[in-house]
Every structure is written in C-alpha cells, then in structure tokens.
C-alpha cells in the first residue's frame, strides 16, 4: 500500500477503546492523524475539504485485514492470562 506510518500522540486526548480497557475488554486503537493535528482537530479548520479522502480509504484497507482476524478469533483469544 506504500503508506507512511508514524505515531501521534495525543496529549489529553482519549479513546473510545478506554472505557472497553477500563472493563478488562480488549481493544485496539487506530487513528491517521499526524502530529498537525492541532491545526485542525476542533479547530476553524476542522473542515470536510481539509480531509484527504484516499488516506481515510487506505487507513480503512490497512484496518481491515485485523478486523478479519479478530472476528475469526475465539471469543477468549484475547483475554488476560
């Protein structure tokens, strides 16, 4: 797919992922922001037209194949040991 991977952080920022964490549910986070973020997250600039549509199509197709293999794991696959 010949995607540039990073990580971001977020500072002060949460999940929908930490509530499942909290409850001892497994859960995985996965976002495409990159580190200018603050120029647009919750900002004038946060705009549809400042969404680069093919990065949202190839963070779906780089998802997708661990969605696959969690849905054909057993319920227990990830439980705490």
């Given at each position: ?6 990580s971001?952080?977020i500072?002060g ?27 647009f997250?919750?900002s ?14 190839l963070?779906?197709r ?12 057993e319920?227990g ?5």
């Amino acid at each position: 797919m010949r995607l540039k991977l990073a990580s971001a952080s977020i500072v002060g920022a949460d999940a929908d992922s930490s509530s499942f964490l909290k409850a001892g549910i497994p859960a995985i986070t996965f976002h495409g922001m990159n580190n200018d973020w603050p120029q647009f997250l919750h900002s004038r600039n946060d705009k549809l037209g400042n969404v680069n549509a093919q990065s949202v199509f190839l963070g779906y197709r780089l998802v997708l194949p661990f969605l696959v293999e969690i849905d054909k794991a057993e319920c227990g696959a990830f439980g705490k040991s």
